[in-house]
């Protein structure tokens, strides 16, 4: 098998695995009892504190351990709007996490809702921004990076346009972290998502940043954990693996992680841009992950590509979701302002630091053979005949 959908989720680390062992085994402590066992527990999760807000530049009591990444994208949401009773206007982006998109929508028509347009190439226009925040504007939400691009959107800019106009900023990192150095220490970001599938840690753990000062509301209440912020016993060994996995990023980029990444993506792509006609890269080549390549080819449904590719082993993502048993367009494409064509035959590449560059070779051959395939069964165009669902 090669697995090239880092961006969906990653393997669980085996340092990451190492390290959360104890706690699954004999460090069963609940860390809010004071005997030894419990304090074993508590330090565990002081030390992984540490280790994630170093990922981020961050202090440690300005770091919230959470469930996931929609958690902490949902938290970010509530709070401001809980500790702002006044304001109820949110501004987001149109190529948002369905974690941000939906629970904001949920609020309606209490909350009104303003998604900042992106151009073809994935990125929103930081003027738009600045003219869209009125004085009940309550956050500023705008992803570090996207999940199916890859683009990356001018966040610093954003977090100090919104914090000059005097409204709280928020950002989903969930699929930036790990993959390109982040840093919240500009003093302009007042909260950041963070989800430890997505570098190395298991499911089922996430962290909010909160910088120091900032008004907060817990979603969750109920016991005082994680300094009233968030209630219920916390999830040791998955906080011990998040707090690994966080280090071993740190480690990672420091040591060019990120130019490690580009380099196994642009071979593939290279492959694939060389050996396919009607190959598309959508978005900017300029301000994207370096773990991702999101591509269209022309005449080749990408649920068709998915099915034969999956046959020969190969884990990618395409695009679109399949819902009632037919293939929609991805709105995020559709957001660029790309045809539903090109959206329905676009697919996403992702890596890890856990791929080598014969498997990107393995790879492109797999799907070089497999366009040719398909165009062969289908040549006027004229629909799939594989059928995807
Ligand atoms: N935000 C982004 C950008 C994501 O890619 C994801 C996961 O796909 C999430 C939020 C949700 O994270 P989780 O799966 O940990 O809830």
Redesign the pocket.
Known sequence: MIYLDN??TTRVHEEVAAAMAPYLGEEYGNPSTGYPLGKRSREAIDHARQQVAEMIGALPEEIVFTS????S?NAAIASALAAQPGRRHLITSSV??S??ILFAKALAPELEVTELPVSADGLIDPRELAKAIRPETALVTL?W???ETGIIQPVLEAAQIAHEAGVLFHT?A??AAGKIPIAVNGGNIDML?L????FHAP?GV?ALYLRRGVPYKPLLSGGGQEDGRRAGTEAVPQIVALGKAAELARHRLAENGAEKLAELRDLLEERLLGAIDGIHRNGTAEYRLPNTSHLSIDNVPAGDLLILTAEKGLCISSGSACSTGKREPSRIMQAMGHSDERALSSIRLSVSSMNNSDEINQAADIIISAVEKIRSLRPQNNGPVIVAE
């Open positions: 961006n969906a996931c990444g929609t958690e994208d948002e996490h974690a941000i992803m990076a996207n999940n989903d969930v699929n998502s989800s430890g599938h997505k499911k996430g």
